[in-house]
């Protein structure tokens, strides 16, 4: 994939997170469960405007050239906030178990952002 069509998958995926953050948050406050807003937070911002930003860096470092690996870093990206958002729901309901399994997470989702953002950086240096 070119950065032109790279950039266009992650803004996509960044408007769904950016609904989907919409509708959790509407889900929440119908419902008063105002103590999973942790969840709905890192939907909109890890999912929303992280990808987002993502999609800014692929568009500025432009270019004809293909960027390896696009798509994987892309599914696996979502993957691991979907996952993220998920498991935040279990802790904050109450199963601890979750935890660690979400701090795994977590470190696994900086290995996949570094990953992605590593030739972004080389072709804006």
Same mark, same amino acid.
């Given at each position: 994939?070119?950065?032109? #069509? @790279? #950039? +266009?998958?992650? /803004? %996509? ?10 509708? !959790?948050?509407?889900?929440?406050? !119908? +419902?008063?469960? $105002?103590? $999973? ?7 909109? /911002? ?8 993502? #999609? ?15 798509? !994987?870093?892309?599914? /696996? $990206?979502?993957?691991? @906030?979907? $996952?993220? @958002? ?15 399994? /979400? ?9 996949i952002t570094l990953w992605i953002v590593t030739p972004i950086? %080389? %072709?804006?240096?």
């Open positions: 994939m070119d950065s032109s #069509s @790279v #950039s +266009t998958l992650w /803004l %996509r995926g960044s408007l769904v997170w950016l609904l989907a953050a919409m509708g !959790i948050g509407l889900y929440l406050g !119908i +419902t008063q469960q $105002f103590h $999973f807003s942790s969840a709905h937070a890192h939907a909109g /911002l890890l999912g929303g405007v992280w990808a987002g930003l993502l #999609s800014y860096g692929y568009w500025r470092a432009g270019g004809d050239k293909p960027v390896a690996g696009a798509g !994987i870093a892309w599914l /696996l $990206f979502n993957i691991s @906030v979907a $996952f993220h @958002v998920f498991a935040l729901f279990k802790v904050m309901a109450g199963n601890p178990a979750w935890g660690m399994i /979400l701090g795994v997470n977590g470190m696994a989702m900086t290995a950086w %080389r %072709r804006l240096v």
